[in-house]
Nanobody, 125 residues
Framework: QVQLVESGGGLVQAGGSLRLSCAAS????????MGWFRQAHGKEREFVAA????????DYADSVKGRFTISRDNAKNTVYLQMNSLKPEDTAVYCC??????????????????WGQGTQVTVSS
């Protein structure tokens, strides 16, 4: 069992940066791939980024490539999402997720077994 708690969201102006953190409980964190998803008001949840349990691979949605960076520290049971050059369209609730999945399944939220509650990111224009 893994419990996930996100932090680091807030209000930022367009062009600014935020770093989200996702702290995990449980000894098996290092065995799971980790993903970030987001859901804007009135829209479906969408994939943002994911990272292999060993950090050997990462993947990003086209909309955030070159602006966002996912990383993890297995010693701290934490995964991060560094978000730079933020745009108003990045406004959403951001959730982290954990699961035993390969890189081919990163994009699919059904592949993840555990989810956090989310943290709000608001980007003003």
């Amino acid at each position: 069992q893994v419990q996930l708690v996100e932090s680091g969201g807030g209000l930022v102006q367009a062009g600014g940066s935020l770093r989200l953190s996702c702290a995990a409980s449980g000894r098996t964190f290092s065995r799971y791939a980790m993903g970030w998803f987001r859901q804007a008001h009135g829209k479906e949840r969408e994939f943002v980024a994911a990272i292999h349990w060993s950090s050997i691979s990462t993947d990003y949605a086209d909309s955030v490539k070159g602006r966002f960076t996912i990383s993890r520290d297995n010693a701290k049971n934490t995964v991060y999402l560094q978000m730079n050059s933020l745009k108003p369209e990045d406004t959403a609730v951001y959730c982290c997720a954990a699961g035993s999945l390969g890189s081919g399944s990163y994009y699919y939220d059904a592949s993840y077994s555990y989810w956090g509650q989310g943290t709000q990111v608001t980007v003003s224009s």
